[in-house]
């Protein structure tokens, strides 16, 4: 049976694909990054459920050194919020979008225009990783009134009583910071990962997914013992920046995909 | 009453609040609380104006330029926050922070800076209350603030090169909130000027408060009555928020001028970034623009939140000056009145000099924030060395 009718695609889709015993993967491509429209679909073809778009934003404060060299890489070739979504429509995924970006473009845009806007070019959700809980208010209904769904962050720090209020207003799932720190690959999982995925899930029943330091198909599968699944953004971009290709990136979201399959 | 503290969402009207990433929420609310509790205790608010008295040299001096003053027509009176120990007012906010920091248990500095001010304050007191300290600082201002590099690492700092985006002020800050957000449990952010989340534009400003509250009692014994003009240079707006607060309730006529490649009040564009809504230079998609002036302490695309709530209202102008101008300025200070005015503070000189028509027979108060010797290297380069000044 199908969620779809009752939560937003994004939900409705993820939630139908963990209620099918999988695990989830979302993959996070630099939106702009040379060659990033094949490889949003090698991503999709390599097995992804979900896909991320960054529109590159000029401070990404959330962002380690490998995102913020491939948004900044991205600004210089001349990447706007415009020439990244307008783009969207036309990529052949077969599974929902998300933005990921920092709030002062919908700020700058007007809540009402920006949700729009990502609505009308084929986005689901948004992630704004600089827009927590208590400033989210406003963005969250615009985005409603539009249909999109507003994915909120939980951290390590959110103390217990915030996380089922967090946990509520976020749309399309949860996503659970697996650590105190910006995005990046580390050498090891985090144990703050296995722990705030747990707090998530005894708060909430929608989709909860750890992102953030996840480096290895094995570090996912670990990640994946709590959380329905798992955020990987680095490791793909890295093997962009490193000259992958769209072939690169649909092998390593595929190694990922088959990690988690086997479980 | 102008200059209350803010709301509870951290709001001065329609500007500030707290835009983070959820993993620094609880640190701005831990902060926040400690602040309270700590400024209505008597024994920390007394520790920390006794340091300011036998560490920082304070109170500062006031000091009345007759050449000047002559020669413009104007009475320029000039509150000396250069004479502070290491050079500027941003000792009075370090020295706060850093005991607060030590309150909460924290036993790591992290600091952004521009010109170096801030880094070295914030090093000193790192030093003094024996705290480790990372200061990040972009690498074009490396390059230009060569001797304050030099001088944080002798006080036991740590400075990292910062190379992403414009690699000055702006870029420092993401990579020292970047830093925070994985080091959150031992280490305070020692922010720099009334900006970022709250707390923080309305803890600095009321650890700058001190600035006001000095030069209106000097003025009163002075004169027996406040200024007409009240001027400070604006970057990101730490010393003239400390000294317009003395004087916000008063009718004295608030003036923060700001450099002509970074006049975020004057553009008037709200924006976020660094955790507020405030006036920020951006493009027409909203990504932040990079600020271009000749000195690197207000290369800053943003502004404190307070200061566009006080320009919102009309209560505070912002006006700006040209690079040119404020060299002028710089070189005019150091011939009529022997003071080497750092290049921030010469841009209040700088509006001073060029509105002197407008303000004849009036009394203008200028906030002197910082000395000129971190400037000398860079003015050498400007002016030439035995050339005809």
Redesign the interface.
């Known amino acids: 049976m199908s969620s779809s009718s009752k939560f937003g695609r994004m939900e409705g889709f993820l939630r139908d694909r963990r209620d099918s015993g999988s695990k989830l993967l979302v993959a996070y491509i630099t939106g702009g990054y040379e060659g990033w429209e094949a490889a949003v679909e090698a991503a999709a073809a390599g097995g992804a459920d979900a896909i991320e778009i960054g529109i590159p ?6 962002d ?1 050194p490998v995102i ?1 060299k491939a948004s ?1 890489a991205a ?1 210089d070739a001349g990447a ?3 020439s990244v979504l307008s783009a969207v429509p036309n990529l052949d995924t077969g599974v929902p979008h998300a933005v990921m970006t920092y ?3 919908a ?3 007007g809540h009402e225009r920006f949700a729009a806007t990502l609505a009308n070019s084929a986005i689901d959700a948004a992630i704004l ?7 989210s208010g406003p963005w969250r209904e615009a985005a409603a009134v539009a249909g999109i769904e507003t994915i ?8 217990e009583e915030r996380l089922p209020e ?1 946990c509520e207003a976020s749309k399309g799932f949860v996503y659970a ?1 697996g ?4 995005t990046g690959e580390r050498a090891n999982l985090a144990s703050t990962a296995i722990e705030i995925a747990g707090r998530c899930k005894q708060v909430t029943d929608k989709p909860v997914l750890t992102g953030v330091g996840i480096g290895s198909p094995e570090q996912a599968v670990e990640a994946c013992s709590i959380a329905d699944g798992v955020i990987i953004g680095s490791a793909v971009v890295r093997r962009l920046l490193e000259g992958g290709g769209a072939e690169g990136v649909g092998e390593l979201v595929a190694s990922y995909r088959n990690a988690l399959d086997a479980g | 009453m102008v200059m209350a503290d803010p709301n509870e ?1 951290g709001r001065f009207g329609e500007f500030g ?11 701005c609310e831990e902060l926040e609380a400690a602040f309270r509790e700590a400024w209505h205790d008597q024994a920390f608010v007394e520790e920390f104006h006794q340091i300011l008295t036998d560490f920082g040299g304070r109170p500062s001096a006031l000091t009345e330029c007759y050449r000047l003053s002559e020669q413009l027509g104007v009475r320029v009176l000039l509150k000396r926050e250069d004479l502070n120990h290491t050079g500027s007012h941003k000792i009075n906010n370090v020295i706060g922070q850093a005991l607060l920091a030590r309150r909460m248990g924290k036993t790591r500095l992290v600091a952004e800076t521009g010109a170096g001010q801030h880094g070295v304050a914030t090093a000193t007191a790192a030093a003094l209350l024996d705290m480790e300290c990372k200061v990040y600082m972009g690498e074009v201002d490396m390059a230009r603030q060569e001797l304050n590099v030099f001088r944080m690492q002798l006080l036991g700092a740590e400075v990292e090169s910062v190379s ?2 414009s690699k000055t002020l ?2 420092a800050v ?1 990579e020292a ?2 830093d925070w ?5 031992n280490t305070h952010y020692c922010l720099g000027s009334v900006m970022g989340p709250h707390p923080y534009p309305w803890m600095v400003r009321t650890f700058h408060h001190i600035i006001g509250d000095e030069a209106h009692e000097q003025c009163l014994s002075l004169m027996q009555r406040v200024p007409d003009v009240v001027v400070a240079c604006v970057g990101g707006g730490s010393n003239a928020a400390g000294i317009f607060s003395g004087f916000a309730n008063t009718d004295a006529r608030l003036v923060g001028v700001e450099p002509a490649g970074g006049a975020a009040v004057g553009r008037g564009v ?6 507020m ?1 405030s006036y ?1 230079m ?1 493009d027409e ?5 990079e600020a271009e002036s000749i000195s690197a302490g207000l290369d800053y695309p943003g502004v404190g939140p307070e200061h566009a709530y006080l320009a919102s209202i009309g209560r505070a102008e912002y006006p700006s000056v040209t690079d040119e101008e404020v060299v002028k300025a710089f070189q005019r200070l150091s011939r009529t009145e022997g003071i080497i005015p750092a290049l921030e503070s010469a841009h209040a000189l700088a509006w001073v000099i060029r509105e002197a028509a407008s303000l004849q027979g009036q009394v203008v108060l200028l906030n002197l924030s910082g000395r000129g010797d971190k400037d000398v290297d860079q003015m050498m380069d400007v002016l030439g060395p035995g050339k005809d000044q």
């Open positions: 934003f000029s401070d990404p404060v959330m380690g913020q900044q600004l706007s919020p415009g709030y002062n473009l700020h700058h845009a990783p600089d827009l927590p809980l208590v400033e909120m962050l939980a951290a390590p720090t959110t103390p967090l910071v650590l105190l720190g910006v | 969402e609040g707290r835009f983070v990433p959820e993993t620094l929420i609880p640190a992403s985006g702006k870029d993401n909130l970047r957000v994985a080091t959150v449990e709200p924006g976020v970034v660094h955790g809504i920020l951006q998609d909203g990504q932040v623009q």
